[in-house]
């Protein structure tokens, strides 16, 4: 695991893109890529270069039950707004938040996952250690599946929602074993409450409480922090 510190976010978001950048120049074809507010410095530097990802495909780690695409808090909307509509893929593929059965859905995207190998996987970390919406006590091998979302997760994202109770409770989510077989993963994450995951992650052991943790026993992840997210660490 290489652990990057990095000022802020803003260094971390061009950083990342960076190695994005890299991957396409190196023969990437599928990249994973992640929502919420971590990444979009990291979109905003995607954008202003010259990168091409017209012949690529992404596929998106996860969306709500029950939101629609076109809804603004929905992860279609996010995607779209902040990278597909100035830099569009080939193909994007983004679970579908509307669907009547839940069982054909997740076999659905999970049939897409397999098609298509991940190349490099964009992470953000969950204050309790999550990635994706894999919740403490996921199963490591889990592919894609309809997940309920935890209180502590409930209320991270309440603050894109008007009233907590519009926070969706249950999302679908890429499985930490779907996402574990990503050649490349990078992981981001910025401030303060993230450090206890993010010591989790990179220092304690190897547990379903902190599922991030197990990315420890995947080759190729680089994790990118800034100084506030890293202020726990022992060897910073």
């Known amino acids: ?22 991957a396409v120049k190196n023969g990437a074809k599928v990249i994973g890529l992640a929502t919420g507010s971590t990444p979009e410095t990291m ?8 990168v ?20 603004s808090q929905s992860y279609h909307y996010f995607m779209a707004k902040h990278l597909f509509d100035a830099k569009p893929f080939a193909k994007s593929y983004v679970p579908n938040g509307l669907a009547k059965d839940a069982d054909a859905e997740t076999a659905r995207y999970n049939k897409v996952i397999a098609d298509n190998p991940l190349d490099l996987q964009v992470l953000g970390l969950g ?11 996921s199963p490591i091998d889990a592919q894609t599946r309809k997940v309920a979302l935890t209180e502590s997760t409930i209320e991270a994202n309440s603050r894109n929602f008007e009233h907590e109770e519009d ?61 506030a997210a890293a202020s726990k660490l022992s060897n910073k």
């Open 1 to 22: 695991m290489n652990v990057i510190i990095v000022k802020d976010q803003v260094e971390g978001g061009r950083k990342a893109a960076d190695m994005v950048i890299d």
């Open 43 to 50: 979109y905003k530097d995607l954008i202003a270069s010259d």
């Open 52 to 71: 091409d990802f017209t012949k690529m495909t992404s596929i998106n780690l996860d969306e709500y039950v029950g939101l629609a695409p076109e809804d």
């Open 127 to 137: 204050r309790n250690g999550h990635i994706g919406f894999n919740e403490p006590g």
């Open 167 to 227: 926070v969706p409770k249950f999302a679908y989510s890429m499985g930490i074993g779907s996402i574990m077989k990503s050649h490349n993963i990078i992981l981001m994450a910025w401030g303060t409450e993230k450090a206890d995951a993010v010591k989790g992650l990179v220092e304690g052991p190897v547990t379903p409480d902190c599922p991030a943790s197990i990315l420890q026993k995947k080759d190729n992840v680089t994790v990118i922090v800034d100084e």
